[in-house]
């Protein structure tokens, strides 16, 4: 049995939560969070705590809380050599204070308090200090993922970069279509197809392969109508960097 | 039985091509193709041609060829006063030769060649100068979709602008995402499941629901980090401008 604590009960955490707390090898012995109030647990045998000097005994203590918090609050923990991990892809393991053993667990994933994940397909990137506490977080992740991979601090920020491209950008384009559709009362669902295909395709085509459109086969004519259609703003600027970079890309001339 | 002539065979009249032939509502009775050499026809019953002279008779006509190219190629059609569609995105309907009636059949999905594709949940656009031809339109659209709607041209443009965003764009976030990791020999198979969830979840969600990142919540250290990860040059500056775009709508100030 793994035993684990919650240190923070954000978006990470209580999907991690959900997912471990009725795995057999797990058990969650307490969660922390300073907002007690927010939590409404329906688990009667987990212990919740909003006081930091009564966080039980554990062998992984799990933290999910904003990133630039986490320094200052894992030098607040009032215990010592324990094994204490974050969840956050932005932040290197030595964010963390060095008075405890020190580790990563980072599912790459973008999580919504409104949508429930599945972590079997969920990349686990975990990181430690010692060989011991890498094995613990592999068999921790192994619960319930099928995808667990160490990666090194320096590697997993070059993957949370690009995961905001793809996530955090890809969403704010979504967003953009949306609003482009909603001042002609045109449903946003009409695009929902298309941006689902988008996505699949590149399962098994690369991203060069499933490129299409007009910047990339320099549709001149087609762009300067979409230019012409955007408002001066931000729009208008994200569209034509974008077919600037796919112009320069693709680059068929005319 | 809807008489079909296709015009051009690239990727979406090879597309239509493949949803259509088995429909019993249909009836393709050739296809025109000006690289006539390209097609290697399984279908021994389909009458194949490089000859415009040799055009049959049908009750629609198809062009998929690229957007400026279709004004002089109806132009140049052999027959008058027939029902002739195209099936761009970017075009308007006003792009075709006004001697045969006129109309669009766009389906508003991605394609590419070495992927099939499912139309029946593909939205098919379509728009007619009379109300009997946009009636066959229907006929045929509802073959092989059950989301066929009569749009203006002038909507279609902002529709497909909004798919030039959702698409084609982002598949170029994704080029970049593949990019980044490439660099460090990390697997760009490590993303693919948080590409497909930033996708599957605008099924519930709003984007503005959906949205998450360092640039929504004005996380200055993450967003500092990142822009030193990124040398000099297009991505830099992609991620600067989407940053000041997440940052000025969901401005939480710190």
Redesign the interface.
Known sequence: MIKVVFLGFG?VNSHLFNALHEKTEVSIVQVFNRNFIKMISPFESISFTDDISKIKEADIYIIGI???AISSFSESLQFQNKFVVHTSG??AMNVLSSKNRRGIFYP?????K??G?DFK???ICIEAENSSDLELLEKLGKTISEKV?E?SSE?K??????????????????????E??E??N?P?D????????????????????????????N?K??IE??LN??PEG??K???A??T???N??YGKKL
């Open positions: 978006n904003p990133d630039d932005g932040a790459l994933q973008t999580f919504s409104q949508r994940v397909e969920i990349p991979i990666i590697k920020e070059k993957l949370h970069l690009a995961a905001v491209f793809v996530n955090n950008f890809t969403n704010h384009l979504y967003q953009i279509g949306s482009i559709l001042k002609d045109l946003f009409l695009l929902k197809p298309l941006i689902m295909e988008t996505a699949s395709k590149i399962e098994n085509l690369s991203p060069e392969e499933a490129q299409t459109g007009p910047a990339k086969r549709d004519k087609t109508k979409h259609l955007l931000p729009h600027k994200l569209y960097l974008f600037e970079q796919l320069q890309k």
